[in-house]
């Protein structure tokens, strides 16, 4: 059974790239960080999988996907060895911080024959060129989605029962923190990524171990459920517990869910997991003041709906012209000693 937990460890909004590789391991975990370079094609995703196989099938760890491409590797945890390798090429940029004592670079691109390459430089500059065209459309459809979404989140909050909301989050943090919780040192919040549109459209990779629980905070569809989460997520750490907290990245500054390892406890805005217990943020909003603004509320839902589709399909334009790039890389790899460079950072890593 694998052991592997899934994660983006960044994904696109509406103001760029918005990154977690800064938190994708604890620091005080982190014995060895290998950052791969190199251009498209020369196979960055796939070292990771031959190092994850070779190293992380039996023991917890975690698997980064490129939101840009939701069947390849950005990065591998792998806390027990206390190993991160990733990719520290744009939009993802990623140098040592530690050089030498902790951590490497392994440039893959030095498979490559260059000489090889240089008659396509103007094929390739335009493929790159096509490509920043639509991230930028992308971008343009995620900011729409965006100020959609946050209009439609105004309406909702400015009709909500403040007294009867504060009350329901007073239940929901007395629900989570029900059990102490037993505190290792400082708490930490983390910034996770589990939802992301992508060439694929919007994916959701939240899971939740077995032995979790599972509380759902259900609410209007506009709703925006950030307050009632960051409440959650205040009140775990005042508890001495470390917090993840899943972020929306098309709408920045929004959370989608919380999580607390230290209480095996998952809190969810989707339904995408089965809950044992829900609180409903709709009981806090009387329906009669969402009459008047019940067109604008479709109308805005509809509108995010589309924009996020057209993000999508400018996203997934964006990955063909990227395949397009690699057939530029891959015929001029020298795949030999591609596998040499694997096999002496295994031997070095078993070694240790």
């Not at 919040?189 to 939740?208: Q, S, W, Y």
């Not at 709709?282 to 839902?301: D, I, K, V, Y």
């Not at 395949?323 to 694997?342: C, G, I, K, N, S």
């Amino acid at each position: 059974m694998s052991t592997a937990r899934s994660l983006f460890p960044g994904a696109m909004g509406p103001d760029g790239f918005i990154s977690c590789f800064d938190h994708l391991i604890p620091e005080n975990q982190l014995r060895r960080m290998i950052i791969l370079k190199g251009g498209p094609g020369v196979g960055k995703s796939t070292f990771m999988r031959r190092v994850h196989a070779a190293l992380g099938s039996d023991t917890p760890s975690t698997l980064y996907f490129c939101s840009g491409d939701p069947d390849s590797l950005d990065a591998v945890s792998i806390p027990d060895k206390g190993l991160l390798i990733l990719d520290g090429t744009a939009p993802h940029i990623v140098d040592p911080k530690i050089p030498g004592a902790r951590d490497s670079i392994i440039n893959l691109g030095e498979c490559l024959d260059e000489a090889a390459m240089r008659p396509r430089l103007p094929h390739i500059r335009a493929c790159m060129d096509d490509h920043a065209v639509c991230t930028r459309r992308a971008r343009a459809c995620l900011e729409a989605a965006c100020s959609h979404s946050r209009d439609n989140a105004a309406i909702i909050a400015a009709a909500m029962d403040r007294t009867k909301l504060a009350r329901l989050t007073a239940a929901l943090v007395s629900a989570v923190l029900c059990e102490p919780c037993s505190p290792t040192g400082t708490p930490a919040v983390r910034p996770v990524i589990t939802d992301a549109v992508t060439p694929k459209g919007e994916l959701c990779l939240l899971a939740a171990p077995e032995d979790w629980r599972v509380i759902r905070l259900a609410g209007h569809a506009a709703a925006d459920a950030t307050d009632a989460l960051r409440a959650v997520s205040r009140a775990a750490v005042a508890a001495g517990c470390d917090v993840e907290e899943h972020l929306c990245p098309y709408i920045p500054g929004r959370l989608l869910h919380i999580g607390i390892p230290a209480l095996r406890t998952l809190v969810t805005t989707g339904d995408r997991l089965a809950s044992e217990q829900t609180f409903d943020l709709s009981a806090c909003l009387p329906q009669s003041s969402l009459l008047r603004h019940e067109c604008a509320l479709e109308q805005g839902m509809t509108s995010a709906r589309l924009a996020l589709r057209h993000a999508a399909g400018a996203l997934a334009q964006a990955k063909q012209l990227h395949d397009e790039l690699e057939t530029f890389y891959v015929p001029h790899m020298d795949f030999a000693r591609w596998q040499t460079r694997l096999d002496a950072f295994l031997q070095s890593i078993s070694a240790a």
